[in-house]
C-alpha cells in the first residue's frame, strides 16, 4: 500500500527520515489498528488518510523539537492505541518507551501489535500513571488528548528526572490551559518552549516543560488533581 502523499509532504517539512523500511512498518501498523477497531474501539479515526496525519504524524512531530530522543527513557501517559509512543519507538531504535494506558482493551492492542511489527523498545503497562512508583526515571515524559495542563503538569512531575521535559501535544485551547497552570508551574522551576503544528485545519501546539529542579509532591490521584489544584 502506498504512503498517503500529504504525509511525506509534511513529514518532509519538519524534516524528519523516512525510508522503505519505516513505510512498511507503518502500513502495517495501519492494518493492525483498524482491524482491532473493528471489534475494540480504539479510535473514531479509520481512514487512511486522517490515521497517518492525526495518529502518525501528529505523534512524530515530537522529533522536530529540541529534545533528544537517543538513548532515552520516555514515558507516554495515557497512550491508548499507542499514540505517541509507539510511532516514536519505531522511528528511534534506541528510545525506551514505557507506555501506560489504564484501558485494558487498548494495552492488549499494543502488546499485540508491538509483536507483529517486532517492536522491542516498547513496554506497555496497564495502570493508572498515578500508581507508578518510578519517581525521577524519565527524561521525557509525553502526553496527548488525556487531561488539561494543569493536571498533566502534575502527573508528569515527580517521575520526571530534573534536567528532563515534558513534552504534551495540545489543541486550540493551549492558552487557556497556560493560564490555568501558570502560577504550578511558576512554582516547580518549569520552563516552557511552545512548538505551532499546522497539520490539517485544527491548530496543534507542543507544550515543551523542562524540569529545572526538583520539589517533592505528595501523590494525588487524577480526581484530587482536578478538584483540587496544587496553587
Request: positive net charge; charged residues 25%.
Amino acid at each position: 500500500m502506498k504512503t498517503p502523499e500529504e504525509f511525506l509532504q509534511k513529514l518532509k517539512q519538519l524534516m524528519l527520515p523516512w525510508t522503505d523500511t519505516f513505510a512498511e512498518v507503518f502500513d502495517q501498523f495501519y492494518l493492525e489498528l483498524v482491524e482491532y477497531n473493528t471489534h475494540t474501539n480504539l479510535t473514531r479515526i479509520s481512514s487512511k488518510e486522517d490515521v497517518y496525519i492525526k495518529h502518525f504524524l501528529d505523534s512524530l512531530s515530537l522529533m522536530s523539537v529540541d529534545v533528544s530522543l537517543a538513548n532515552q527513557r520516555l514515558l507516554d501517559i495515557g497512550s491508548g492505541a499507542g499514540f505517541p509512543g509507539i510511532p516514536l519507538a519505531i522511528m528511534n531504535p534506541t528510545l525506551h518507551v514505557t507506555s501506560v494506558e489504564s484501558t485494558g482493551k487498548k494495552v492488549d492492542f499494543q502488546k499485540q501489535l508491538i509483536k507483529r511489527l517486532n517492536v522491542t523498545n516498547v513496554t506497555p503497562i496497564h495502570t493508572r500513571v498515578e500508581e507508578l512508583k518510578n519517581e525521577d526515571s524519565f527524561d521525557i515524559i509525553t502526553s496527548r488528548a488525556v487531561a488539561r495542563l494543569p493536571i498533566l503538569v502534575e502527573l508528569a512531575y515527580r517521575l520526571l528526572k530534573t534536567g528532563g521535559s515534558m513534552v504534551f501535544l495540545k489543541g486550540p485551547k493551549l492558552q487557556e490551559e497556560l493560564v490555568l497552570s501558570e502560577k504550578t508551574c511558576a512554582r516547580l522551576g518549569l520552563e516552557l518552549s511552545i512548538y505551532p503544528m499546522n497539520f490539517d485545519e485544527t491548530s496543534r501546539f507542543l507544550a515543551v516543560f523542562k524540569k529545572t529542579t526538583h520539589i517533592p509532591l505528595k501523590t494525588r490521584s487524577f480526581g484530587q488533581i482536578k478538584k483540587n489544584p496544587l496553587w
